[in-house]
């Protein structure tokens, strides 16, 4: 097995997918028991961090992060959740928001293994190079 994590989430999502809450705890229970019996116990973070991937993919559910110098207000979040939610088709959009006063204005934005950057700085680098050329 090359990636353990990755394909131990996988068939706990499998096994767990339409399953009522009632039922979970047990699954569970014995999918931990497995893990102690084959020894991979240590990689359980591991495990739980490729879960969390798979049940976002397997649900519609993006994990963005959008860094700005001051932070941003609710009008903006909601907007750029709807510009994440159009660009990448997710049915739900978690934004974490992160202040970085190296960026002079604007916001960074960075989703699944994509980066919106729209500083205030790049914009002036654009700006630069199309007077260029």
Not at 29 to 50: P, S
Not at 53 to 69: F, H, L, M, R, T
Request: no cysteine; hydrophobic share 45%; glycine share 8%.
């Amino acid at each position: 097995m090359k990636n353990i994590p990755k394909q131990f989430a996988l068939a706990l999502y499998e096994v767990l997918e339409g399953k009522p809450p009632g039922k979970l705890k047990p699954i569970i229970k014995r999918f931990v028991e497995l893990m102690a019996g084959k020894n991979i116990l240590a990689k359980a973070d591991k495990i739980v961090v490729e879960f969390a991937k798979v049940w976002n993919e397997k649900n519609g559910i993006i994990e963005a992060e959008a860094a700005s110098a001051n932070g941003l207000d609710k009008a903006s979040i909601k907007l750029l959740k709807n510009y994440i939610t159009d660009l990448s088709g997710a049915k739900e959009v978690r934004l974490e928001e992160k202040i970085d006063k190296n960026i002079l204005g604007g916001v960074i934005m960075r989703y699944g293994d994509r980066i919106v950057d729209g500083s205030l700085r790049n914009s002036l680098e654009e700006l630069r190079e199309k007077m260029i050329k």
